[in-house]
T-cell receptor
Framework: EPEVTQTPSHQVTQMGQEVILRCVPISNHLYFYWYRQILGQKVEFLVSFYNNEISEKSEIFDDQFSVERPDGSNFTLKIRSTKLEDSAMYFC?????????????FGPGTRLTVL | SQQGEEDPQALSIQEGENATMNCSYKTSINNLQWYRQNSGRGLVHLILIRSNEREKHSGRLRVTLDTSKKSSSLLITASRAADTASYFCATDYSGANSKLTFGKGITLSVRP
Protein backbone atom coordinates (compact mmCIF):
# COMPACT_ATOMS: atom_id res chain seq x y z
CA GLU A 1 0.00 0.00 0.00
CA PRO A 2 1.45 3.42 -0.91
CA GLU A 3 2.57 5.52 1.99
CA VAL A 4 4.11 8.88 2.78
CA THR A 5 7.77 8.67 3.69
CA GLN A 6 9.92 11.18 5.55
CA THR A 7 13.63 11.58 6.06
CA PRO A 8 15.48 11.80 8.31
CA SER A 9 13.62 10.16 11.16
CA HIS A 10 15.60 12.20 13.66
CA GLN A 11 17.52 15.42 13.09
CA VAL A 12 19.67 17.09 15.72
CA THR A 13 20.91 20.59 15.00
CA GLN A 14 22.42 23.58 16.71
CA MET A 15 20.36 26.71 17.24
CA GLY A 16 20.72 29.05 14.29
CA GLN A 17 21.45 26.31 11.78
CA GLU A 18 19.37 25.59 8.73
CA VAL A 19 17.54 22.29 8.41
CA ILE A 20 15.69 20.70 5.55
CA LEU A 21 13.12 18.06 6.25
CA ARG A 22 12.17 15.83 3.35
CA CYS A 23 8.97 14.08 2.44
CA VAL A 24 7.86 11.90 -0.42
CA PRO A 25 4.07 12.10 -0.65
CA ILE A 26 1.92 9.39 -2.17
CA SER A 27 2.49 9.53 -5.90
CA ASN A 28 -0.98 10.43 -7.20
CA HIS A 29 -1.70 12.96 -4.49
CA LEU A 30 -1.98 16.63 -5.31
CA TYR A 31 -2.24 18.39 -1.96
CA PHE A 32 0.60 18.46 0.51
CA TYR A 33 0.85 19.59 4.11
CA TRP A 34 3.27 20.06 6.95
CA TYR A 35 2.20 19.81 10.56
CA ARG A 36 4.19 19.80 13.75
CA GLN A 37 3.68 18.39 17.21
CA ILE A 38 5.61 19.73 20.15
CA LEU A 39 6.15 16.99 22.74
CA GLY A 40 2.98 16.32 24.67
CA GLN A 41 0.93 18.82 22.71
CA LYS A 42 -1.57 18.69 19.89
CA VAL A 43 -0.72 18.45 16.22
CA GLU A 44 -0.62 21.92 14.64
CA PHE A 45 -1.03 22.88 11.02
CA LEU A 46 1.89 24.71 9.42
CA VAL A 47 1.28 24.98 5.69
CA SER A 48 -0.60 23.51 2.76
CA PHE A 49 0.70 23.37 -0.79
CA TYR A 50 -1.04 22.79 -4.08
CA ASN A 51 -0.15 23.38 -7.70
CA ASN A 52 3.35 24.49 -6.77
CA GLU A 53 2.31 27.20 -4.41
CA ILE A 54 1.32 27.71 -0.81
CA SER A 55 -2.44 27.49 -0.35
CA GLU A 56 -2.60 28.40 3.31
CA LYS A 57 -0.18 28.90 6.15
CA SER A 58 -0.51 29.32 9.88
CA GLU A 59 0.93 32.00 12.13
CA ILE A 60 3.68 29.56 13.06
CA PHE A 61 4.87 29.49 9.46
CA ASP A 62 6.85 32.73 9.51
CA ASP A 63 9.67 33.95 7.28
CA GLN A 64 12.02 31.36 8.74
CA PHE A 65 10.03 28.59 7.10
CA SER A 66 9.74 27.71 3.45
CA VAL A 67 8.43 24.79 1.43
CA GLU A 68 9.37 23.51 -1.95
CA ARG A 69 8.51 20.74 -4.34
CA PRO A 70 11.80 20.62 -6.23
CA ASP A 71 10.85 17.69 -8.45
CA GLY A 72 7.89 15.45 -9.09
CA SER A 73 8.25 13.46 -5.91
CA ASN A 74 9.85 15.36 -3.04
CA PHE A 75 8.25 17.94 -0.80
CA THR A 76 10.58 19.77 1.58
CA LEU A 77 10.28 22.00 4.62
CA LYS A 78 13.20 24.31 5.29
CA ILE A 79 13.81 26.15 8.53
CA ARG A 80 16.44 28.81 7.87
CA SER A 81 17.65 29.59 11.37
CA THR A 82 16.38 27.13 13.92
CA LYS A 83 15.30 28.14 17.40
CA LEU A 84 15.02 26.02 20.51
CA GLU A 85 11.23 26.21 20.25
CA ASP A 86 11.33 24.60 16.81
CA SER A 87 12.08 21.29 18.52
CA ALA A 88 9.12 19.08 17.63
CA MET A 89 7.91 16.21 15.50
CA TYR A 90 7.25 17.39 11.97
CA PHE A 91 4.71 15.47 9.95
CA CYS A 92 4.18 15.60 6.24
CA UNK A 93 0.78 14.65 4.87
CA UNK A 94 -0.75 14.31 1.45
CA UNK A 95 -4.21 14.10 0.04
CA UNK A 96 -5.67 13.32 -3.32
CA UNK A 97 -8.61 15.12 -4.73
CA UNK A 98 -11.58 12.81 -4.88
CA UNK A 99 -15.30 13.04 -4.81
CA UNK A 100 -15.36 14.23 -1.26
CA UNK A 101 -13.72 13.85 2.07
CA UNK A 102 -10.30 15.07 2.99
CA UNK A 103 -8.44 12.00 4.17
CA UNK A 104 -4.90 13.11 4.73
CA UNK A 105 -2.25 10.43 4.93
CA PHE A 106 0.59 11.17 7.28
CA GLY A 107 4.22 10.19 7.18
CA PRO A 108 6.01 8.76 10.21
CA GLY A 109 7.46 12.14 11.12
CA THR A 110 10.86 13.70 11.62
CA ARG A 111 11.85 14.43 15.18
CA LEU A 112 13.76 17.71 15.18
CA THR A 113 15.90 18.50 18.20
CA VAL A 114 17.42 21.97 18.39
CA LEU A 115 20.23 22.33 20.90
CA SER B 1 -11.74 29.24 15.39
CA GLN B 2 -12.74 25.62 15.17
CA GLN B 3 -11.08 23.26 17.56
CA GLY B 4 -11.44 19.59 18.34
CA GLU B 5 -11.41 18.76 22.01
CA GLU B 6 -11.51 15.19 23.13
CA ASP B 7 -12.63 13.70 26.38
CA PRO B 8 -11.71 11.95 28.50
CA GLN B 9 -8.06 12.91 28.29
CA ALA B 10 -7.02 9.48 29.48
CA LEU B 11 -8.88 6.20 29.51
CA SER B 12 -7.79 2.88 30.97
CA ILE B 13 -9.80 -0.26 30.30
CA GLN B 14 -9.47 -4.01 30.40
CA GLU B 15 -8.91 -5.98 27.23
CA GLY B 16 -12.23 -7.02 25.77
CA GLU B 17 -14.10 -3.98 27.04
CA ASN B 18 -15.39 -1.24 24.79
CA ALA B 19 -13.73 2.17 24.71
CA THR B 20 -15.71 5.31 23.99
CA MET B 21 -13.96 8.57 23.24
CA ASN B 22 -15.65 11.87 22.58
CA CYS B 23 -14.72 14.94 20.62
CA SER B 24 -16.32 18.36 20.49
CA TYR B 25 -15.67 21.21 18.13
CA LYS B 26 -16.72 24.81 17.87
CA THR B 27 -17.53 25.77 14.31
CA SER B 28 -19.28 24.16 11.36
CA ILE B 29 -17.23 21.47 9.72
CA ASN B 30 -17.03 19.62 6.45
CA ASN B 31 -15.53 16.38 7.75
CA LEU B 32 -14.35 14.92 11.02
CA GLN B 33 -11.64 12.31 11.16
CA TRP B 34 -10.11 10.14 13.85
CA TYR B 35 -6.42 9.30 13.92
CA ARG B 36 -4.37 6.99 16.10
CA GLN B 37 -0.82 7.66 17.21
CA ASN B 38 1.36 5.12 18.90
CA SER B 39 3.91 6.59 21.25
CA GLY B 40 6.41 8.71 19.35
CA ARG B 41 5.15 7.51 16.00
CA GLY B 42 3.17 8.88 13.07
CA LEU B 43 -0.54 9.43 12.71
CA VAL B 44 -2.60 6.60 11.31
CA HIS B 45 -5.92 7.48 9.74
CA LEU B 46 -8.78 5.48 11.20
CA ILE B 47 -12.01 6.81 9.82
CA LEU B 48 -13.60 9.88 8.24
CA ILE B 49 -17.19 10.95 8.69
CA ARG B 50 -18.73 13.69 6.59
CA SER B 51 -20.94 16.39 7.99
CA ASN B 52 -24.02 14.89 6.33
CA GLU B 53 -23.40 11.48 7.88
CA ARG B 54 -24.49 10.43 11.35
CA GLU B 55 -22.77 7.12 11.85
CA LYS B 56 -20.06 5.11 10.22
CA HIS B 57 -18.51 1.71 10.88
CA SER B 58 -15.14 0.24 10.07
CA GLY B 59 -14.31 -3.12 11.59
CA ARG B 60 -14.34 -2.68 15.38
CA LEU B 61 -14.70 1.08 15.05
CA ARG B 62 -17.94 3.01 15.16
CA VAL B 63 -18.02 6.76 14.75
CA THR B 64 -21.00 8.99 15.31
CA LEU B 65 -21.41 12.64 14.46
CA ASP B 66 -23.96 15.03 15.92
CA THR B 67 -23.63 18.32 14.10
CA SER B 68 -26.32 19.95 16.25
CA LYS B 69 -24.19 19.34 19.32
CA LYS B 70 -20.91 19.73 17.42
CA SER B 71 -19.66 16.45 18.79
CA SER B 72 -18.43 13.06 17.69
CA SER B 73 -17.71 9.80 19.42
CA LEU B 74 -15.38 6.97 18.57
CA LEU B 75 -16.26 3.55 19.89
CA ILE B 76 -13.74 0.73 19.81
CA THR B 77 -15.42 -2.56 20.54
CA ALA B 78 -13.73 -5.62 22.05
CA SER B 79 -10.54 -3.68 22.74
CA ARG B 80 -7.13 -5.28 22.50
CA ALA B 81 -3.82 -4.44 24.11
CA ALA B 82 -2.64 -3.34 20.64
CA ASP B 83 -5.27 -0.58 20.69
CA THR B 84 -3.18 1.20 23.32
CA ALA B 85 -2.35 4.55 21.74
CA SER B 86 -3.36 8.19 21.61
CA TYR B 87 -6.46 9.02 19.61
CA PHE B 88 -7.10 12.37 17.98
CA CYS B 89 -10.07 13.86 16.28
CA ALA B 90 -9.40 16.32 13.48
CA THR B 91 -11.79 18.60 11.68
CA ASP B 92 -11.76 20.46 8.43
CA TYR B 93 -14.20 23.04 7.22
CA SER B 94 -13.79 23.76 3.57
CA GLY B 95 -13.48 20.48 1.70
CA ALA B 96 -10.52 19.54 -0.46
CA ASN B 97 -7.22 21.19 0.27
CA SER B 98 -8.23 22.10 3.77
CA LYS B 99 -6.05 22.08 6.83
CA LEU B 100 -6.92 19.76 9.68
CA THR B 101 -7.44 21.11 13.17
CA PHE B 102 -6.57 18.53 15.78
CA GLY B 103 -7.73 18.08 19.34
CA LYS B 104 -5.38 17.42 22.21
CA GLY B 105 -5.91 13.68 22.07
CA ILE B 106 -7.01 10.89 24.34
CA THR B 107 -4.54 8.40 25.75
CA LEU B 108 -6.09 4.95 25.74
CA SER B 109 -4.50 2.17 27.75
CA VAL B 110 -5.84 -1.33 27.30
CA ARG B 111 -4.72 -3.70 30.03
CA PRO B 112 -4.15 -7.29 28.98
Amino acid sequence: EPEVTQTPSHQVTQMGQEVILRCVPISNHLYFYWYRQILGQKVEFLVSFYNNEISEKSEIFDDQFSVERPDGSNFTLKIRSTKLEDSAMYFCASHRRDGGGNTQYFGPGTRLTVL
Amino acid sequence: SQQGEEDPQALSIQEGENATMNCSYKTSINNLQWYRQNSGRGLVHLILIRSNEREKHSGRLRVTLDTSKKSSSLLITASRAADTASYFCATDYSGANSKLTFGKGITLSVRP
